[in-house]
């Protein structure tokens, strides 16, 4: 799956003053690449995931998912793509806290009525570690657990695209190092198109390609 940004923006208004979260944006992100987004807290970096989304409008341009303009879907159109289409982990995780680690995962394919096979479930679990703590609540389990809950929750559909705030925001360096590896492992064997916004430098050093944000304009690329 390809996305293309063209001549993408988002202003906000906070009271009279205009709040341009994302400037200008032209963008192309190739099938099945590994990319991340990087910049300072307030560079527009989560704006842009939210519009590549469809969690936000913008106020002018286009997101283009190989040739369908996301922003032009029917409401029962969105749903679908946001469930099947793309896969999302949020930053704080957003784990359901009265659901088991399985029924957070099992959420998206019990939403859009889709049963993961066994094996896929099974497989997906026991790559990020998680098989021996399926039947425990959020709470009952460490912060990279949950973390690694989110990213099982967000490819049980078997998305097109992963799209990932911060993964490593709330983690220690070990555990942001273990989940960097396994982001990575996973990309390489469902071939998914990936986009990570991140902090972390050491994300970037893997990517396919590497955007900069500074006050809602993307300031370069490196390849």
């Known amino acids: 799956?390809?996305?293309?940004?063209?001549?993408?923006?988002?202003?906000?208004?906070?009271?009279?003053?205009?709040?341009?979260?994302?400037?200008?944006?032209?963008?192309?992100?190739?099938?099945?690449?590994?990319?991340?987004?990087?910049?300072?807290?307030?560079?527009?970096?989560?704006?842009?995931?939210?519009?590549?989304a469809a969690f936000?409008?913008?106020?002018?341009?286009?997101?283009?998912?190989?040739?369908?303009?996301?922003?032009k879907f029917s409401a029962a159109e969105q749903c679908g793509f946001q469930n099947k289409t793309i896969g999302y982990v949020f930053q704080d995780f957003r784990l359901l806290p009265i659901l088991t680690v399985r029924e957070n995962i099992l959420t998206p394919a019990v939403i859009s009525k889709n049963k993961p096979s066994k094996y896929y479930f099974e497989s997906l679990v026991e790559t990020l570690g998680l098989s021996d703590r399926l039947d425990h609540l959020p709470h009952e389990i460490s912060g990279g657990q949950r973390q690694r809950c989110a990213v099982a929750r967000a490819l049980i559909n078997k998305p097109d695209v992963l799209l990932a705030d911060e993964p490593t925001g709330n983690l220690d360096r070990e555990a942001s190092e273990e989940l960097i590896d396994l982001l990575l492992r996973l990309h390489g064997e469902y071939k998914m198109t990936a986009v990570i916004v991140t902090h972390d430098e050491r994300i970037a050093e893997f990517a396919d390609s590497v955007y900069h944000m500074e006050d809602g304009e993307v300031r370069g690329i490196k390849k």
């Open 1 to 52: 799956m390809t996305i293309t940004c063209n001549s993408l923006n988002k202003t906000y208004m906070q009271g009279d003053l205009p709040i341009h979260a994302v400037r200008d944006c032209n963008i192309k992100i190739t099938e099945s690449s590994f990319t991340v987004i990087t910049g300072a807290s307030g560079s527009g970096k989560t704006t842009l995931l939210n519009l590549l």
């Open 56 to 71: 936000d409008l913008p106020t002018t341009g286009t997101v283009m998912y190989n040739d369908r303009d996301i922003f």
